[in-house]
């Protein structure tokens, strides 16, 4: 059985390849998720319906873990996500509690600034639209 801080990193980098049912089985059935100040979600079926819906929109995710430790089930990270949906993306801080039991995440509970989430992503949208307007002007010289 690996060990709480391996669990953990497994079930980000799993999700960070959109291995949606890879991740899910680091998942306990009975598994509580939150976005604080959001509602938990309770259970594995309300967890894979949050985590599908960036699937869905085709949101990839990126997990850039700063600090990682744990003391005995409970690991703690510190670290940067970044939701990206074509050319847009936004980066922000969060900082995750999950608790493991048995090889499998009981408890996954991030806490981030919703500011700066807001902040980034406005930020992600002026850079998607410069990136759009660089490229249709390259395009545009190309056929002359």
Request: net charge neutral.
């Amino acid at each position: 059985m690996a060990d709480p801080k391996s669990t953990v990193t497994s079930f980000l980098t799993a999700l960070e390849h959109d291995d949606l049912d890879g991740a899910l089985s680091f998942v306990h059935a009975e598994v509580v998720y939150q976005n604080v100040p959001l509602p938990p979600a309770r259970g594995v079926e309300a967890v894979e319906k949050q985590l599908r819906m960036l699937s869905r929109y085709r949101i990839g995710f990126e997990a850039r873990v700063h600090h990682i430790a744990a003391d005995g089930p409970i690991v703690l990270t510190e670290r940067t996500d970044v939701l990206r949906a074509g050319s847009w993306d936004a980066r922000f801080w969060v900082c995750g509690t999950f608790e493991v039991r048995d090889g499998r995440i009981v408890l996954w509970r991030d806490y981030f600034d919703w500011t700066t989430v807001l902040a980034s992503s406005v930020r992600g949208a002026g850079r998607a639209v410069v990136t759009g307007v660089s490229t249709a002007l390259a395009r545009a010289r190309l056929r002359d």
